[in-house]
């Protein structure tokens, strides 16, 4: 089974409660669509966590960006004692942080911005569309474009190409929706298959409304735990 989700935000102990609930094992899959990471209080450790699990593919959100960003800022100093580097970065982390270590650096700066498959993409914020509302291919898009656009979340904007959109970003409680993933069908569509939707909005605002939730692509059912 292949599973897609969003802005866990160093919420360790949900994310392991979701994985429990679902019964995520070595034959699934999972996609994480960025912001592993800050508001919650165990970035690292989750991210940690993510990072030696073979069956995760995680993604660039805008925090990782804004870390990375951090980091070569540091290295544009070009810096003698990496020590020292490494305590600077872990001090970055108001949670956590004293668990950072350079493979982990190493691996948040690898990570990829999208995901794109025959029939669906996964990104954090949004792909960008003509005016047509057709995306545009991924390559042409900046990073800044993948991490931090606010205009794909509006309900509004569909694109009409065939493949469904994951993405995250913006809880869908500021949208005035319910703590839980918005679905959007294509018109006359059941519902029972990937295709049938063009965009699927996954962040539930976990750090603030206490729910986690993912998406199952292989049914699309939902699946939701909570602190409670």
Same mark, same amino acid.
């Given at each position: 089974?292949?599973?897609? $989700?969003?802005?866990?935000?160093? %919420?360790?102990?949900?994310? /392991?409660?979701?994985?429990? @609930?679902?019964? *995520? #094992?070595?034959?699934?899959?999972?996609?994480?669509?960025?912001?592993?990471?800050?508001?919650?209080?165990?970035?690292?450790?989750?991210?940690?966590?993510?990072?030696?699990?073979?069956?995760?593919?995680?993604?660039?959100?805008?925090?990782?960006?804004?870390?990375?960003?951090?980091?070569?800022? $540091?290295?544009?100093?070009?810096? %003698?004692?990496?020590?020292? /580097?490494?305590?600077?970065? @872990?001090?970055? *982390? #108001?949670?956590?942080?004293?668990?950072?270590?350079?493979?982990?650096?190493?691996?948040?700066?690898?990570?990829?911005?999208?995901?794109?498959?025959?029939?669906?993409?996964?990104?954090?914020?949004?792909?960008?569309?003509?005016?047509?509302?057709?995306?545009?291919?991924?390559?042409?898009?900046?990073?800044?474009?993948?991490?931090?656009?606010?205009?794909?979340?509006?309900?509004?904007?569909?694109?009409?190409?065939?493949?469904?959109?994951?993405?995250?970003?913006?809880?869908?409680?500021?949208?005035?929706?319910?703590?839980?993933?918005?679905?959007?069908?294509?018109?006359?569509?059941?519902?029972?298959?990937?295709?049938?939707?063009?965009?699927?909005?996954?962040?539930?605002?976990?750090?603030?409304?206490?729910?986690?939730?993912?998406?199952?692509?292989?049914?699309?059912?939902?699946?939701?735990?909570?602190?409670?």
């Amino acid at each position: 089974m292949l599973y897609v $989700i969003s802005d866990i935000h160093g %919420e360790y102990e949900l994310f /392991v409660k979701l994985m429990d @609930k679902i019964g *995520f #094992s070595s034959k699934d899959r999972l996609i994480c669509c960025g912001d592993m990471i800050e508001k919650g209080d165990r970035s690292i450790a989750l991210s940690k966590l993510i990072f030696s699990m073979p069956n995760v593919l995680a993604l660039m959100g805008n925090h990782e960006y804004a870390f990375v960003k951090y980091y070569r800022g $540091i290295m544009e100093r070009s810096p %003698e004692d990496f020590d020292a /580097v490494l305590s600077e970065l @872990k001090r970055y *982390f #108001s949670d956590d942080g004293e668990l950072l270590d350079w493979e982990t650096v190493d691996q948040f700066e690898s990570l990829p911005f999208f995901y794109e498959s025959e029939n669906f993409i996964c990104v954090h914020s949004g792909v960008p569309l003509d005016e047509r509302r057709r995306i545009v291919p991924l390559r042409n898009a900046s990073p800044e474009q993948l991490v931090y656009d606010r205009f794909f979340k509006e309900p509004t904007v569909l694109p009409i190409d065939g493949k469904c959109v994951f993405f995250g970003h913006t809880p869908t409680i500021n949208l005035g929706f319910e703590p839980y993933i918005k679905c959007y069908l294509r018109e006359g569509a059941k519902g029972d298959r990937i295709t049938d939707y063009c965009k699927i909005h996954l962040d539930t605002g976990t750090w603030k409304s206490r729910v986690l939730g993912c998406f199952r692509v292989d049914d699309c059912k939902t699946f939701y735990v909570t602190e409670q």
